[in-house]
């Protein structure tokens, strides 16, 4: 089934332009202009994807970006924030606010269409047998093991459910709070200094396959997983 696709810019021609391709790519794309118009699209129809203009008049789309955030309902809408803004500092506000990848403007429509299928495919991580894969790591669902290159990696039962739920999210920054509601539960009221004794642990696992650096730290924010050499 192809993905449904929510275009929120303010830009009619360049709005004209993405929608033309995901359209020919076969996709069932929408296009808004405002935030205001994202939200009452969203609440009639819940796309599987949303592609985001930072700058907007009136609501950024960092600001409607961390909006989705905070509401259960689209907290997981998968969300790549479309900008001409290319500073380091400008990509961390990004995914601090909560999207999970970037395409800098200008951009082909090819480029658009593959960032879209990476972003899906991290968001659905899980294939027909329940595994979930990350660079060298594997992790399968239904047996609830984890696996670097054959070897197995041994985990405490929070260990693997944090490590599991940053397989299903990767390169989107958490803070400490958002990760004590994923992976604790919303009602599990513990300190914040529990998510860094339990990454502490996760790390220590990973060091021993040589994979810890996949754990990374966002200073001030808290933290993010990204599989990379």
Request: cysteine-free; overall charge negative.
């Amino acid at each position: 089934m192809q993905p449904n696709v929510l275009v929120v810019e303010d830009e009619s021609a360049i709005r004209d332009m993405i929608q033309f391709a995901l359209r020919r790519a076969g996709m069932d794309v929408h296009g808004v202009a405002d935030a205001r118009e994202a939200l009452n699209r969203i609440s009639e129809h819940r796309p599987d994807i949303i592609l985001m203009d930072w700058m907007m008049p009136g609501v950024s789309g960092i600001e409607l970006t961390r909006r989705l955030r905070r509401e259960p309902l689209t907290a997981d809408i998968p969300i790549i924030m479309l900008t001409a803004k290319v500073t380091e500092d400008d990509k961390v506000a990004g995914l601090e606010a909560g999207t999970d990848d970037y395409v800098i403007k200008p951009f082909s429509p090819r480029e658009l269409i593959a960032r879209i299928q990476a972003v899906l495919r991290r968001s659905s991580p899980a294939d027909e047998q329940g595994v979930i894969e990350a660079g060298e790591l594997q992790l399968d669902t239904l047996s609830r093991r984890v696996l670097a290159q054959g070897q197995e990696v041994h985990l405490g039962p929070t260990e693997y459910r944090l490590l599991e739920f940053f397989m299903g999210n990767q390169g989107r920054a958490y803070s400490r709070s958002q990760l004590l509601d994923h992976v604790w539960g919303a009602n599990a009221y513990l300190e914040e200094r529990t998510v860094d004794v339990h990454i502490r642990r996760l790390r220590k696992a990973l060091e021993d396959v040589g994979l810890d650096h996949f754990v990374q730290t966002v200073r001030g924010h808290g933290y993010r997983f990204l599989a990379e050499s």
